[in-house]
């Protein structure tokens, strides 16, 4: 059976959302094994994207997540609510990265900003080592925009 509405066509096993063609995440699910599949121009680090900024009434600086940042972590959580679905906690997650160039980067500043994601979204209970006892992360290879299939096992 499948259904589609305004930008997500969903079936029995796959859920895919597309928005404004910058991001796109399609979950596939057996009764064990949950995957997303993401993708899209960037993959901002939260680490990385700190900024230095000063409050405009008191005039005291403060550090903050850059704008970029903060809008793919609104958009990537609005995509995830709206799967309507939670695992909430997990066996092992596996994150597979795909870059678009070869440019050094941290698997693990990465997958931090993932997961901080996805609890946000409430699709995961916490990203501790008692929701997600285990993690694998992996560079697959060289794509022509990022892309991240993340495997969770429950």
Do not use: H
Request: charged share 30%.
């Amino acid at each position: 059976m499948k259904y589609i509405t305004r930008e997500t066509e969903i079936n029995e096993n796959s859920a895919k959302l597309i928005w404004k063609n910058i991001i796109k995440i399609v979950l596939t699910f057996t009764s064990m094994e949950y995957k997303i599949d993401w993708s899209g121009k960037s993959l901002p680090s939260k680490k990385n994207s700190k900024q230095l900024r000063i409050n405009r009434k008191t005039g005291k600086r403060f550090i903050a997540s850059s704008d970029n940042y903060q809008e793919w972590e609104e958009l990537f959580i609005c995509e995830i609510r709206s799967l309507k679905f939670k695992l909430w906690k997990v066996k092992s997650a596996t994150y597979t990265f795909y870059a678009p160039n070869k440019r050094k980067w941290d698997l693990s500043n990465k997958v931090e900003s993932i997961n901080d994601w996805l609890v946000k979204a409430l699709f995961l209970e916490d990203d501790n080592y008692e929701c997600i006892p285990e993690i694998t992360l992996k560079f697959w290879g060289i794509e022509k925009e990022w892309r991240v299939e993340m495997l969770f096992i429950v």
